[in-house]
Structures are given as structure tokens and as C-alpha cells.
């Protein structure tokens, strides 16, 4: 499964992203901030990467000053790997 981490410095501004992409139909839950990160409020929000699109609307239609990045997440055979995408 495939998924991406969205990272913010504030945990208002995670919150208010989870809103506003399940508002628009795509499941998006918090999470713990990846370490690769290395940045952060200690949550991320987290959804398919299929809505990777969406959320990079989002993120663009609204003044997130405090994004970080985002990170696609694949699980494979108990094993995760994180790479930042944007």
C-alpha cells in the first residue's frame, strides 16, 4: 500500500489540512512525523497517494505557512520506506 505523509511545523495547521481533505472526500488521519523529516510538531497527516494531487491543491488554495514536505510511504512484507517527494 502507498501512502504520503504530509508534514507541518504546527499542529493547528495538520489538523486544519485533515479537515479540509476529508471535507473533499479523501481519508486523511494524523500520524506521527516521520524522522526523516527531522522538523516538525510530532504529527503528520496521512492519506493515499492516490490523493497526492489533492493535496498539493490544498496545500497551494490555502496559506500553510508552516508546511514542511511531503513523503511518499510504501509498506512492503512488514518493511517501510519513506522518500520526501516535495
Not at 504546527?10 to 486523511?28: P, Q
Not at 510538531?41 to 496521512?46: E, F, H, P, T, V
Not at 490544498?58 to 514536505?69: D, M, Q, R, S, Y
Amino acid at each position: 500500500m502507498k501512502n504520503i505523509i504530509i508534514v507541518f511545523k504546527s499542529k493547528t495547521e495538520v489538523f486544519e489540512f485533515c479537515d479540509l481533505m476529508n471535507a473533499r472526500g479523501a481519508t486523511t488521519v494524523t500520524v506521527g512525523t516521520p524522522r526523516e523529516a527531522r522538523i516538525g510538531c510530532g504529527i503528520s497527516a496521512k492519506t493515499d497517494a492516490r490523493n497526492l494531487s489533492l493535496a498539493i491543491s490544498v496545500l497551494n488554495e490555502n496559506n500553510f505557512g508552516g508546511f514542511f514536505g511531503i513523503y511518499s510511504v510504501v509498506s512492503v512484507g512488514g518493511r517501510t520506506s519513506k522518500t520526501k517527494i516535495m
